[in-house]
């Protein structure tokens, strides 16, 4: 089965800097890769997601890369702030036969220093 | 006002009691998902249901049981069986269609006492 492995755990930047997590994943098959931020208590919310046929998205300050060679994938948050502060969930999925789904990563915990 | 909703917020059970986690969505999703986080770890998911009436065993799913009679709800069962029940408990659902984005409900924390 897959499996996605998540660096840093923790992760402390001073607000303005940018923030890279970066995943790795097993299974080559896998063609879609979403990103959640998670905030205490509740429910993980979707941030960016990026598919296999694509190597870049971009959304405002947040960017997703891909690199299906070296099967990994890395979240990018420039000119971060306090609110980003949170815990960041990547997952890969292989969807045909495998009813959607995600295998997650163990989380980055990203704390924003004013 | 659509969306996922989970009931109650926490759960308190005494340990060898079934208890059952509610889990709702007026999006007309058709695939919902059971997933489990323990602290300082990702999601590990429980159940999957890709359509009314049928549901298949996630990667833990010992110890749980699911039911599908409707397509906006997919209740949990945590039964005495789990060894380690103590968990926050996330459901999410799919639109289905090819499409992949799956959204989550705010969790329900179980404590079994």
């Known amino acids: 089965g897959e499996n996605v492995e998540q660096h840093p755990s923790t992760l402390s930047v001073q607000e303005g800097d940018s923030a890279v997590i970066k995943c790795t994943y097993s299974?080559?098959?896998?063609?879609?890769f979403p990103w959640y931020k998670q905030e205490l208590g509740k429910g993980p919310q979707l941030i960016i997601d990026?598919?296999?046929?694509?190597g870049e998205k971009k959304d405002q300050r947040i960017a997703v890369t891909l690199n299906k060679t070296a099967k990994h994938f890395s979240l990018h948050i420039t000119e971060t702030q306090p609110e980003d502060s949170a815990v960041y969930f990547c997952?890969?999925?292989?969807?045909?036969?495998?009813?959607?789904?995600?295998?997650f990563g163990t989380g980055t915990q990203l704390k924003v220093e004013l | 006002d659509g969306g996922i909703t989970q009931s109650p917020k926490y759960l308190f059970r005494k340990e060898g009691q079934n208890v059952t986690l509610s889990c709702e969505q007026n999006?007309?999703?058709?695939?919902m998902y059971w997933y489990r986080q323990d602290p300082g770890q990702g999601l590990r998911l429980i159940y999957y249901?890709?359509?009314?009436?049928?549901?298949q065993k996630g990667d833990i799913a010992e110890g749980y049981s699911v039911s599908r009679e409707k397509k906006e709800s997919f209740p949990l069962t945590v039964t005495s069986a789990q060894k380690n029940p103590t968990a926050f408990y996330l459901c999410?659902?799919?639109?289905?269609?090819?499409?992949?984005?799956?959204?989550f409900g705010p969790g329900t924390r179980l404590t079994v006492l």
């Open positions: 999410a659902s799919t639109p289905g269609g090819g499409t992949d984005t799956q959204y």
């Open positions: 299974d080559s098959a896998s063609n879609y």
């Open positions: 990026i598919r296999s046929n694509v």
């Open positions: 997952a890969a999925s292989n969807r045909p036969g495998g009813g959607n789904k995600l295998t």
């Open positions: 999006l007309n999703h058709d695939a």
């Open positions: 249901s890709q359509i009314v009436n049928d549901f």
